[in-house]
């Protein structure tokens, strides 16, 4: 089993539309929590970040993090053509002075007008 | 500012030429990373500095080797490359371990993409 499963999709989607990414995780010493926006050619951007149970909110974007399930979620509202890309989850803990992440193999989101 | 500048953009060398990927953030962060991304893939660890001491190498290849000369900069010396070491390569930083911290996260540059002919 991996540490993190993720839904590869694609994920084709109207514009408009709400749209719901998806991760599980196995590794309970997880502490962070991130998502990460990637378009093709360029650096995966940091979208969403935290670090304990519950929902935050960032305009059109809500992550949720439920730590006894050991899932978490992006929510994209009123979703446009420009988050198209590729969101990969990922999750990381402190590990002598820098960060042990673990990614997941990312969804690729088509939102079309 | 959350930014990590990588240069060049793009990159194409032949197998026995040597060059140098170059990386710098002024964030004060003193972890930083170097990691390999082959397309519709995650990004995968190469090393990881912390407090300018190299960390991680995770069985990178000797044809790859890091430098970090200062707490700001990170270089990758590429020689001798085969075309499967082609790849986009992310350099990353976070702040590194300190009491209490709660944000501390991972910020990546726009990577430079690298072909080897």
């Known amino acids: 089993q991996k540490e993190v499963e993720q839904d590869p999709g694609p994920l084709s989607v109207p514009e408009g539309a709400i749209v719901s990414l998806n991760c599980t995780y196995s590794n309970s010493a997880f502490q962070y929590f991130m998502w990460y926006r990637q378009y093709s050619r360029k650096g995966p951007e940091l979208l969403m970040y935290?670090?304990?149970?519950g929902n935050k909110e960032d305009g059109r974007f809500t992550a949720q993090v439920d730590k006894s399930s050991k899932y978490i979620s992006l929510f994209i509202r009123d979703s446009q053509p420009s988050d198209s890309a590729t969101y990969l989850c990922?999750?990381?803990?402190?590990?002598?002075?820098?960060?042990?992440?673990?990614f997941g193999t990312g969804t690729k989101l088509q939102v079309i007008p | 500012d959350t930014e990590v500048t990588q240069t060049p953009k793009h990159l194409v060398m032949g197998m026995t030429n040597k060059k140098s990927l170059k990386c710098e953030q002024h964030?004060?962060?003193?972890?930083m990373y170097w990691y390999k991304q082959k397309a519709k893939k995650p990004p995968e660890l190469m090393f990881v500095?912390?407090?300018?001491?190299?960390?991680i190498n995770e069985s990178v290849p000797s044809r790859f080797s890091p430098e970090c000369p200062n707490s700001s900069l990170l270089n990758l010396h590429l020689h001798a490359l085969q075309p499967e070491d082609s790849a986009l390569y992310l350099c990353?930083?976070?702040?590194?371990?300190?009491?209490?911290?709660?944000?501390?996260?991972?910020?990546f540059g726009e990577g430079s993409w690298l072909t080897v002919v």
């Open positions: 990353a930083s976070s702040q590194g371990w300190q009491r209490g911290l709660t944000r501390n996260t991972i910020y």
């Open positions: 964030m004060g962060h003193r972890a």
């Open positions: 500095y912390s407090y300018e001491k190299l960390s």
């Open positions: 990922a999750m990381s803990l402190n590990s002598g002075g820098y960060q042990k992440v673990t």
């Open positions: 935290t670090y304990s149970s």
